[in-house]
């Protein structure tokens, strides 16, 4: 009733905004300010890159608007949607929300934020000294080892090589958004 005229005319995208992420939105911008204001060495809230900004928003769950079913999501305003799930959730634990990004890689992602009362683990009395270090990725006072296995070296050359091949496309061509991909997977 006190919407401005030509409301619809000017903003009809705002009809397929699901609110509560509007909601979300907004509680974030309203937390950035109190913390510029109240905070000293916090500055003053930035506008959002639409090019480099992560892409992403969070919507709560109110009266099972979220809802999940064997390999399915449904969102609101949205069909169901087709997950990999990488772990069953029992009955008893409360959905709070749901954070859908996507990643530079054009894979998206949703994290489920649950509510539950972890089950007390009684443990058996016994105290063991771990030592983390570069040659062995760890060892323990029972003479364990474990040997590192050097991940982030065979990663790193990975990445130098394509973001080389990157840097010698031509700007603007598929050519050069395709390896722009690769480089995005060998990040993840």
């Known amino acids: 009733k006190n919407t401005p005229a030509g409301y619809k005319k000017e903003y009809p995208w705002l009809k397929e905004v699901d ?19 109240r905070e000293p060495g916090v500055g003053f809230p930035h506008y959002k890159s639409k090019k480099h900004s992560r892409k ?5 769950m109110v009266n099972g608007n979220i809802c999940l079913q064997d ?29 859908v990004s996507r990643e530079p890689s ?21 105290t063991i000294g771990i030592d983390v270090g570069i ?3 760890y060892s323990d006072s029972n003479g364990n080892t474990v040997s590192n ?20 496309k031509q700007k603007d061509s598929h050519n050069r958004e395709k390896q722009r991909i690769r480089v995005a997977r060998v990040y993840e």
């Not at 609110?19 to 204001?37: I, T």
């Not at 054009?106 to 016994?126: H, M, S, T, W």
């Open 106 to 126: 054009g894979k998206y992602f949703a994290v489920l934020n649950i509510d539950f009362e972890p089950e007390p683990r009684p443990n058996a009395g016994g």
């Open 71 to 99: 390999r399915f999501l449904k969102l609101p305003k949205m069909q169901p949607v087709k997950i990999k799930l990488h772990r069953m959730i029992p009955e008893e634990w409360k959905l709070k929300s749901v954070t």
């Open 135 to 137: 040659k062995a990725f």
């Open 149 to 168: 296995p050097r991940y982030l070296e065979r990663s790193m050359r990975k990445l130098i090589r394509e973001q080389r091949r990157l840097s010698r």
């Open 19 to 37: 609110s509560l992420a509007l909601a979300n939105v907004q509680l974030n911008l309203e937390g950035a300010f109190r913390k510029f204001f």
């Open 56 to 60: 992403s928003y969070t919507t709560n």
